[in-house]
């Protein structure tokens, strides 16, 4: 059960990590090191979606696709309505996303980010929930930690525009810090689900994997494609990546 509450706690304590760089660093991030770190949380993101959840999924339903094809696109088809339906500014931005609404800059800023954070939180539920179904526990804890690391520089990305907008630091860490509490929910949420429904869970993993990579294609790539410094995303892509297949791995 330990091991189980540290794995939930993990990712936010990443986020709260990271939120916490605004203390130490100057408004804004450079540009080099903010394409870094967005490649380096899409490299993790992706390594995990495809070795963490989609082989999973396959291997659970004995060597089927379907269940991990169904619940990919499930996950992607539910962030697009979540994406659609919520008003949402994404960092660096002028307009928002989403309807219309009277929120402030602020509010809709730190909305892009739980709906970020959202699929990561479910990613860590539903790899723990596959402990009893063949998964082991150093494979989701793999999970956890590989989230919480990516969490660091993206609750920096996060804190540091929130005080460029003009809010104090303790302001901005605290929306930061609280953009990741959707993580633990959204990993108790699936652990109920997934303990209700135990058949479910090929399609639950695919499910998470679908989602994550929905934020990856959505937000994080078209941010790191943006402007100058482009090779610096490639590159910490690449690093990001290998490091969440290593830890799988080795962790397995």
């Known amino acids: 059960m330990s091991a189980l509450i540290i794995g939930i706690i993990l990712p936010l304590v990443g986020t709260m990590l990271g939120?916490?760089?605004?203390?130490?660093?100057?408004?804004?991030?450079?540009?080099?090191?903010?394409?870094?770190?967005?490649?380096?949380?899409?490299?993790?993101?992706v390594?995990?979606?495809?070795?963490?959840?989609?082989?999973?999924?396959?291997?659970?339903?004995g060597k089927q696709v379907v269940p991990a094809a169904v619940g990919f696109l499930a996950g992607i088809g539910f962030l697009l309505l979540i994406d659609e339906l919520t008003p949402h500014l994404h960092v660096g931005a002028q307009k928002a996303e989403g309807p219309k609404s009277r929120l402030s800059r602020t509010m809709m800023l730190a909305l892009a980010v739980t709906i970020h954070n959202l699929p990561e939180g479910m990613a860590v539920g539903v790899v723990f929930a596959g402990e009893s179904h063949g998964l082991t526990l150093s494979a989701a804890l793999a999970v956890s930690i590989g989230i919480a690391i990516q969490n660091i520089p993206e609750g920096a990305i996060i804190s540091m525009p929130?005080?460029?907008?003009?809010?104090?630091?303790?302001?901005?860490?605290?929306?930061?810090?609280l953009s990741g509490v959707v993580e633990p929910v959204g990993s108790v949420a699936i652990l109920l689900l997934a303990g209700v429904?135990?058949?479910?869970?090929?399609?639950?993993?695919?499910?998470?994997?679908?989602?994550?990579?929905y934020v990856v294609v959505e937000e994080l790539i078209p941010e790191t494609a943006q402007g100058r410094h482009t090779n610096l995303s490639t590159i910490g892509f690449a690093v990001g990546f290998v490091l969440m297949m290593i830890m799988d791995v080795v962790l397995e």
Do not use: C
């Open 19 to 45: 939120s916490a760089l605004v203390f130490f660093m100057k408004k804004e991030i450079p540009d080099r090191l903010q394409k870094t770190l967005l490649g380096f949380a899409s490299g993790v993101m």
């Open 47 to 61: 390594a995990a979606s495809v070795w963490s959840l989609l082989i999973p999924s396959i291997d659970m339903a």
């Open 197 to 213: 429904l135990g058949v479910a869970l090929p399609y639950l993993l695919a499910f998470a994997a679908g989602a994550m990579m």
């Open 162 to 177: 929130m005080h460029a907008e003009g809010n104090s630091r303790l302001k901005s860490f605290l929306i930061g810090t």
